[in-house]
């Protein structure tokens, strides 16, 4: 598998509701980041499915290389 597109070298901050399911980018080519659109097709890279445990501010990673995917555990301050 190649190296993911880094999107930014920063978290997105995304307000999520209780139960509801995310798609995360882990390409880092969607258009739509932190969110999957689709561009990954073709490659090995797939959609993250994450479900917000509680309604809060989440802090999704940018720059796809988090060990705690799909959200930011500051990998982005190594690269």
């Given at each position: 598998?190649?190296?993911?597109?880094?999107?930014?070298?920063?978290p997105y901050?995304?307000?999520?509701?209780?139960?509801?399911?995310?798609?995360?980018?882990?390409?880092?080519?969607?258009?739509?980041?932190?969110?999957c659109d689709?561009?990954?097709?073709?490659?090995?890279?797939?959609?993250?499915?994450?479900?917000?445990?509680?309604?809060?501010?989440?802090?999704?990673?940018?720059?796809?290389?988090?060990?705690?995917?799909?959200?930011?555990?500051?990998?982005?301050?190594?690269?």
């Amino acid at each position: 598998m190649s190296d993911p597109v880094i999107a930014q070298k920063a978290p997105y901050s995304i307000d999520v509701e209780a139960g509801q399911t995310y798609w995360w980018c882990s390409c880092g080519k969607s258009a739509n980041q932190p969110f999957c659109d689709g561009a990954h097709k073709g490659s090995d890279f797939r959609p993250m499915e994450w479900t917000a445990p509680k309604t809060r501010k989440a802090h999704f990673c940018g720059c796809k290389h988090a060990v705690n995917k799909p959200l930011c555990d500051g990998t982005h301050g190594k690269i």
